[in-house]
C-alpha cells in the first residue's frame, strides 16, 4: 500500500517534501522499490530536486532603460534621410514584385487555358499547374511582407 501510494504521488507530479531526489530501484524479490535514497546500482533517478529555473524577473524592460549619454546618436536629419530612402527602396520592391505578381497570374492563366490531349487526369493537371500556383501565392507574401513594413515605417 506504501509503494502505491508513493507511486501516485509521483505520477501526480506532487512533490515529496523533503525529497531532493526520488529513486526507483529493483528490490532483490524483482519488485519495484521507490526511496528517496539510492539503495543499489539499479536504482535510477526518476524526480529529482526543485526545479531551479526561474521566471524572468518583473520590472523594467530594455526599452524603458535610458540610453546612456555616451552612446552614439544619429542625428535628426541623417536619420530622416535614411528613413526615406527605405521607403524609396521598398516602394520600388513593391512595383517590381506587383510586376512579377501580374506575370506569373499571367503565366498561370496562360497554363491553365492549356488542354493537351494527353492529359485525361486531372491529378496530372493540377501537378503541371502547381508550380505557376506557388510562384503566384510567393509573390503575393512578398507583397504583403512588403506591405507590412511600408505600414511600419513613420
Avoid: W
Avoid at 30 to 36: E, H, M, V
Wanted: aromatic share 4%.
Amino acid at each position: 500500500m506504501k509503494r502505491f501510494f508513493i507511486a501516485l504521488l509521483l505520477l501526480s507530479g506532487i512533490p515529496v517534501a523533503g525529497a531532493a531526489t526520488i529513486y526507483k530501484c529493483t528490490g532483490a524479490d524483482g519488485g519495484t522499490i521507490i526511496s528517496n535514497n539510492r539503495i543499489d546500482k539499479s536504482c535510477k533517478a526518476v524526480v529529482t530536486g526543485p526545479e531551479t529555473a526561474m521566471p524572468a524577473p518583473k520590472g523594467k524592460s530594455a526599452a524603458s532603460n535610458p540610453s546612456p549619454a555616451s552612446f552614439p546618436k544619429v542625428a535628426e536629419d541623417a536619420q530622416k534621410a535614411r528613413d526615406s530612402d527605405r521607403k524609396r527602396i521598398l516602394e520600388q520592391e513593391l512595383a517590381a514584385e506587383q510586376k512579377n505578381l501580374d506575370q506569373a497570374k499571367k503565366d498561370l492563366a496562360d497554363q491553365e487555358a492549356v488542354r493537351s490531349g494527353n492529359e485525361q487526369n486531372y491529378q496530372k493537371v493540377l501537378e503541371r499547374l502547381q508550380p505557376y500556383k506557388d510562384r503566384v501565392a510567393q509573390h503575393e507574401r512578398n507583397i504583403a511582407a512588403i506591405n507590412k513594413e511600408l505600414g511600419g515605417l513613420k
